[in-house]
């Protein structure tokens, strides 16, 4: 038996830990070391956060969120405590069960006379602990945080390999107590890596075997057999859990080998109310690897913030309606021109494969608030799944396979989907990649690859399936979500964007309002949530032979064939796409074309140039470039004709706000942040704010983001940085994280860039800043019309003519690449992240490649 102590002084001093909050407590015949940061508050503290470490770590895991308690503004005591045999607590030689902890720290508390609002905070096991506490003490509890823990695991499912390895027999004494091999394979589970004295501060109380005696306690008191001691705790545990009605906040480390995305869903299920944020790149140490003290206490304030004001909404009417009420029509409602694989299909068998999937998906078990992700290329087959879950009920989860594997993986895992509905190369990915447990097929597989896949059901099947179904399909709750989107990934991994039946509804709406798409305007769309849109909008709907995957793909002769099939009244395409239409155009098309009445380009600046080129093949077409972004589609609105009246400025123009949405600024401070007010003056340069019926409803499982965007009551902040001019037209000048903080003041790129352009040899411009933010230096990399494979240094004359059109601006240095490099969804907005981050290697003297 060994008692408990204080911390070394260069231990504290490790973790910036104040000696005042290290203790010792004496708790009957037992005594415990704990942080505890009473003493040195200024003010009556809030309530008090109980933190409870897990195995191996000690209080030292709190120690930011000791210290942040302290310093804020609202403060809240902090005690974070050492459990027995762990850290500097006492080591009395025993086998403590999950049922001794929690009434061992009931014993803690009510020696220390803890008053409530008491809000417990676990990570790893000590979230088990944490929540067992909370049970027994609803009279204190105020709220529930929890950080990469499992409150529930099913005796038939497989622990995580490296719990399976740690308990197995013979290896649980050598791993854990001999060696310190299960506390240095958990540190190394830091991203990134620990500090070599922040790692040495959680190593201080166990260098010798008899101080990691408790490590092994808690690796053997794992309750993975039916009749496992500590069995019965854990299941009064988990089953009690599903009765906390106290705000609940979920943090998560999603690159965690033990508490893997499971444990997340459970938690989510037993706490359907809970805030969850996933800290992308964080594992199982998140507590290391984030911001979660800062994370904590901005959740605790944002309890007390004041509701947002309601947004009006527009009449409901479900986004499958057209379908039901056009069961009967049998003329076209889509056409998928493939070469030899383009069909046609009708309005009447449009609605009865929707209709008939909705009864499959639900008679395979698929129920209402389920995610299904889809990943099949946009035309019939993805048109009819997508209605039938959204009549169902079910939540469609829509990623871009723009996003490359990686990003698709990250993007479909936080979604967390129980199906999977792809073609046979999703499917592949989907099974090896762990993306789902469900796989149903969209089309035809090879032999033998549904066996090896496990794949559940293909599309037919579950038609089959419905039809044999007589059940009645209530439609959903308007305000129950339907879908969750993902961004584009270009400033940041993709988010996932969570929409409700009535926020799409008002998406369609805003569309059919603003564009005048309908049924009597057929729709080309070479870009995919137009194309979906069309069966909500009743517009007969067309997508090209293309991929659209890779927007350059569609030629001039592929959109007229699409639009000649439909006898298409508009056409959407990306500037990419459409640049590709120019550039491929022969004077062959101008026949088809010159039906179109309206043509539409967005996703990225379009540029006065291509809308020109592009209205010469369509001349009796109205030209419009509307401005939205995932989260909220059309924001803006603005045509050709307009772009010529504004003339050129500083940034792009992209019009005035379409009806039902409401723009305005958070103006930028000295630092280049958005600290204003909201603001609707002209000439104010500030992070764009939208407020409108159609926005989205959160991020999903990103908690800190959304609470961020929503900052200001009733407004979404973009992440966009322009200005109003006196017409009210709102002008683009970037994205705010790319706004510059030189030494002469803040700076945005858009209008630098389109200055630099100017300049006659110049393609294409980026204009970035290098440095540490306040004396970041402004550095131009231009793609000139001839690259010579030469120096990356621009050439004297060159150099001195793009100095010469940002006048006014000191440039630190001109460079030059073959290409500039574009985002992965629409190949036409520059990544200036990726230019900045190759440009400051340049410029430090490093070889380096874009």
Known sequence: MTAASRPP???????????????????????????????????????????????????????????????????????????????????????????????????????????????????????????????????????????????????????????????????????????????????????????????????????????????????????????????????????????????????????????????????????????????????????????????????????????????????YRALGATLVERADDDGTALIELAGARSRRVTWSALAARTDQLARGLAASGVRPGDRVALLVPPGADLTAVLYACLRLGAVVVVADAGLGVQGLTRAVRAADPAVVVGIEKALVAARWLRWAPTLVSAGPLRAGVA???????????????????????????????????????????????????????????????????????????????????????????????????????????????????????????SPAALRSVVRTADGSELAALAGVRRFLSAGAPVGIDLLEAAAALMPAAQAHTPYGMTEALVVADVSLDELRDAGAGDGVCVGRPVAGVRVALSGLDVAGEPTGVPDQRAGVTGEVLVAAAHVKDRYDGLWLTQHASARDPGWHRTGDVGHLDADGRLWVEGRLAHVLVTADGVRTPVGLEQRAQTVDSVVSAAVVGVGPRGAQQVVVVVQPEVYSHGPVVAAPDLAAAVRAALEGTTVAAVLVVEQLPTDVRHSSKIDRTRVAVWAERVLAGERARL
């Open 9 to 315: 002084a260069e231990v504290l001093a490790a973790g910036g830990i104040d000696p005042r909050w290290s203790r010792t407590v004496e708790v009957g015949p037992r005594t415990w070391h704990l942080l505890d940061n009473a003493a040195t508050l200024d003010a009556e503290p809030v309530g008090t956060l109980l933190c409870v470490h897990g195995n191996p770590t000690w209080s030292f895991l709190w120690r930011r969120l000791v210290a942040a308690g302290a310093r804020a503004q609202r403060p809240w005591r902090v005690v974070a405590v050492d459990q027995l045999e762990m850290g500097y607590s006492e080591r009395t030689g025993e086998q403590h069960r999950l049922a001794d902890r929690v009434a061992q720290l009931g014993a803690l508390t009510d020696h220390l006379g803890l008053a409530g609002p008491v809000v417990t905070v676990g990570h790893d096991w000590g979230g088990l602990v944490s929540l067992g506490w909370a049970l027994d003490h609803p009279d204190l509890l105020a709220g529930v945080v929890l950080t990469n823990t499992a409150v529930h695991h099913e005796v038939d499912d497989a622990m995580p390999a490296a719990l399976r390895v740690a308990t197995a027999r013979g290896v649980l004494p050598v791993g854990t107590v001999s060696t310190p091999a299960f506390l240095e394979t958990t540190l190394a589970l830091a991203h990134p890596r620990l500090t070599p004295t922040v790692a040495d501060g959680f190593r201080a109380p166990y260098r010798t075997a008899d101080r990691r005696a408790g490590i092994g306690g808690f690796v053997a008191d794992i309750p993975a057999t039916p009749d496992h001691p500590s069995r019965p705790e854990l299941d009064r545990i988990a089953t009690g859990v599903r009765g906390l009605d106290v705000p609940a906040l979920l943090l998560w480390g999603p690159r965690d080998p033990v508490f893997s995305a499971r444990y997340l869903r459970d938690l989510r299920e037993r706490l359907p109310h809970a805030d969850v944020h996933r800290f992308e790149g964080a594992g199982h140490l998140v507590v290391e690897d984030a911001d979660v003290a800062g994370a904590v206490l901005r959740w605790l304030d944002a309890r007390d913030a004041p509701a947002p004001p309601a947004v009006a909404d527009e009449p």
């Open 451 to 573: 066996r090896t896949l496990g794949v559940g059901a293909s599309l037919d099947d579950l038609a089959a399936l419905g039809r044999a179904s007589t059940d009645d399909l209530p439609w959903p709750d308007p305000d129950a979500d339907a879908a969750v989107l993902f961004t584009s990934g270009s400033t940041g991994p993709a988010k996932g964007v969570v929409y409700t039946h009535r926020r799409l509804a008002a998406m369609r709406d805003v569309v059919a309002r603003t564009y005048g798409i309908g049924p009597d305007s057929p729709l080309v769309a070479a870009f995919a949530p137009f194309v979906l849109l069309g069966p909500a909008l009743g517009a007969t709907s067309a997508s090209p032979d293309m991929d659209v995957t890779s927007p350059g793909t569609l030629t001039a002769r592929a959109l007229a064939e699409a639009v000649r099939a439909i006898d298409a009244a508009v056409v959407f395409a």
